[in-house]
Structure formats: structure tokens, C-alpha cells
């Protein structure tokens, strides 16, 4: 029997595109929640152009995420986080809103493991 083991939310964020063309765009000034991640990040590695983020084991804001891969060239941010009793998405998404950061829900995976 396969039960549900991580869960990935991708959402597109048309801000993220600003950010790459000007890295000085004010540091996130108006993506603080994106910050908070990257400051947050146990790891952090980027691809050689600087496009893409990947960030390992990230808590911040009282959520834990396996994983954050932030595409800048495509304005697009996946979170990998564990199944757990709390909603994460439902999280991810008020703190979008509360920061008012555009968003549009691309896709909400499941991984199942045997």
C-alpha cells in the first residue's frame, strides 16, 4: 500500500522575473517571504547563470520544507514539503497574501512511497 509521503505546491509569482533582470530591485523589498526562505535555507545552491535557486531543509515561518526551487526566469516557485496534520499550502498561501504577492496556483503534487 503507497501512502502519501511529500507534497509539491508550484506557483507562479510575476515578480520573480523583476528580482533576476536587476539583482539590486530593492533585495526583495517587496518579496520579503521569498527573503525570509533564502535567508532561512540550511543550503543553498544556484544554477551558473544565477536563474534558478535551490533551497534544502528551509523552516521559516513555522513551516519546514524539504525543498524550494525558485525559477526566476520563469516567475515560478516549487515548495517539497512533508505530509503532515497542518495544511503547509494553505500556510504558504496566507503568508502570500498577507505579504500581497501576486500568486497563481501552477500545480499541487503528491509523492507517494511504497
Given at each position: 500500500m503507497k501512502t502519501i509521503d511529500k507534497i509539491q505546491l508550484m506557483l507562479h509569482i510575476s515578480q520573480l522575473r523583476a528580482h533576476l533582470d536587476d539583482r539590486r530591485h530593492k533585495l526583495f523589498k517587496d518579496l520579503s517571504f521569498l527573503q525570509a526562505l533564502e535567508q532561512c535555507a540550511e543550503k543553498m545552491v544556484h544554477d551558473n547563470e544565477g536563474k534558478v535557486f535551490y533551497?534544502?531543509?528551509?523552516v521559516c515561518f513555522e513551516m519546514l520544507f524539504k525543498q524550494v526551487i525558485i525559477y526566476y526566469a520563469n516567475d515560478?516557485?516549487?515548495?517539497?514539503?512533508?505530509?503532515?496534520?497542518?495544511?503547509?499550502?494553505?500556510?504558504?498561501?496566507?503568508?502570500?497574501e498577507s505579504d500581497r504577492i501576486h500568486y497563481v496556483p501552477l500545480r499541487k503534487s503528491f509523492i507517494a512511497v511504497k
Amino acid at each position: 500500500m503507497k501512502t502519501i509521503d511529500k507534497i509539491q505546491l508550484m506557483l507562479h509569482i510575476s515578480q520573480l522575473r523583476a528580482h533576476l533582470d536587476d539583482r539590486r530591485h530593492k533585495l526583495f523589498k517587496d518579496l520579503s517571504f521569498l527573503q525570509a526562505l533564502e535567508q532561512c535555507a540550511e543550503k543553498m545552491v544556484h544554477d551558473n547563470e544565477g536563474k534558478v535557486f535551490y533551497l534544502y531543509d528551509v523552516v521559516c515561518f513555522e513551516m519546514l520544507f524539504k525543498q524550494v526551487i525558485i525559477y526566476y526566469a520563469n516567475d515560478r516557485i516549487c515548495f517539497t514539503y512533508n505530509q503532515c496534520a497542518v495544511d503547509i499550502s494553505k500556510k504558504i498561501i496566507a503568508k502570500l497574501e498577507s505579504d500581497r504577492i501576486h500568486y497563481v496556483p501552477l500545480r499541487k503534487s503528491f509523492i507517494a512511497v511504497k
